[in-house]
C-alpha cells in the first residue's frame, strides 16, 4: 500500500542541483513528507521533513505543492557523496512507523 | 561516536541455527525499531519498543523472532532455525519520545545475515 511514487533512478552531474520528484496524491491533513536517503552499505539516513511549508536545512531544501499532492527534494549542489536510495515517505502525525517504497536510486557523476 | 550501534555487522550461518542481534541505541532514546531490508527493496518494519515495552509487531515477524529490550535500553533480535529466506540486513533505529510529536529516527549501520 504504497502511497508514494518515485522515479526508480536518475542521474544528477556533481556541483548540480539535484531535484528528485516525489508524488502523493493521497495524502492526508494530518501526514507529514518525510524523507531519508541510503548510501550503500549503510542505514537509512534522515534529510528532512515537512507538512505544507517548505523547509530548508543544511543538507536540503523540501518543496511541497500547494494542495500536498507532491513534493520536490532538492539537493542544492550534489557531490558525489550524494550518490545514494532517496526514499519519499509518507508519515501520519501520530505514527511512529516508517513506510519505505523502492525509492529512487541517484548516481551523482563526475 | 553516541549513533546506534549494532552488532554483529555481518553475520554467516547455517540453515537451521539460531542467531542472535544486538542493537544499543542512542542513550536518551527511549522508542527503539527493528526493520528488516532485502535486496532491492527498501527497509521493511519489524516491531517497535517504547522503553521496554514492545508495543507492535508486524506480520512479517513469525513465530521464530523474537526481540527484547531489557530495562529500556540495548534491544536483541534473535531468530531461531534460521532459513534461507531469512537472509536480509537487519537495520535498528532509535528516536526520542516527544509526546505526540514525530521526530526523526536514527539508523544504525546493520546486521548483515546470510543463512547458507
Known amino acids: 500500500d504504497a502511497k508514494t511514487t518515485q522515479p526508480p533512478s536518475m542521474d544528477c552531474a556533481e556541483g548540480r542541483a539535484a531535484n528528485l520528484p516525489c508524488n502523493h496524491s493521497?495524502?492526508?491533513?494530518?501526514?507529514?513528507v518525510y524523507w531519508y536517503r541510503q548510501i550503500h552499505s549503510q542505514g537509512p539516513q534522515y534529510i528532512i521533513h515537512?507538512?505544507?511549508n517548505n523547509e530548508t536545512n543544511e543538507m536540503a531544501s523540501l518543496i511541497i505543492t500547494e494542495d500536498r499532492k507532491s513534493s520536490t527534494l532538492i539537493l542544492p549542489h550534489a557531490t558525489l557523496r550524494d550518490t545514494a536510495v532517496y526514499y519519499c515517505?509518507?508519515?501520519?502525525?501520530?505514527?511512529?512507523?516508517?513506510?519505505f517504497g523502492a525509492g529512487t536510486t541517484v548516481t551523482v557523476r563526475a | 561516536d553516541t549513533g546506534v550501534s549494532q552488532n554483529p555487522r555481518h553475520k554467516i550461518t547455517k540453515r537451521g541455527q539460531n542467531v542472535t542481534f544486538r542493537c544499543d541505541p542512542i542513550s536518551e532514546h527511549n522508542r527503539l525499531y527493528w526493520y528488516r531490508q532485502t535486496l532491492g527493496q527498501g527497509p521493511e518494519f519489524l516491531t517497535y519498543f517504547q522503553n521496554e515495552a514492545q508495543l507492535e509487531k508486524s506480520r512479517l515477524l513469525s513465530d521464530r523472532f523474537s526481540a527484547e529490550r531489557p530495562k529500556g535500553s540495548f534491544s536483541t533480535l534473535e531468530i531461531q532455525r534460521t532459513e534461507q529466506g531469512d537472509s536480509a540486513m537487519y537495520l535498528c533505529?532509535?528516536?526520542?519520545?516527544?509526546?505526540?510529536?514525530?521526530?526523526?529516527?536514527?539508523f544504525g549501520q546493520g546486521t548483515r545475515l546470510t543463512v547458507v
Open positions: 533505529a532509535s528516536s526520542p519520545y516527544l509526546g505526540l510529536q514525530n521526530t526523526e529516527a536514527f
Open positions: 515537512g507538512l505544507k
Open positions: 493521497t495524502i492526508s491533513g494530518n501526514e507529514y
Open positions: 515517505i509518507v508519515r501520519d502525525y501520530n505514527d511512529y512507523k516508517l513506510s
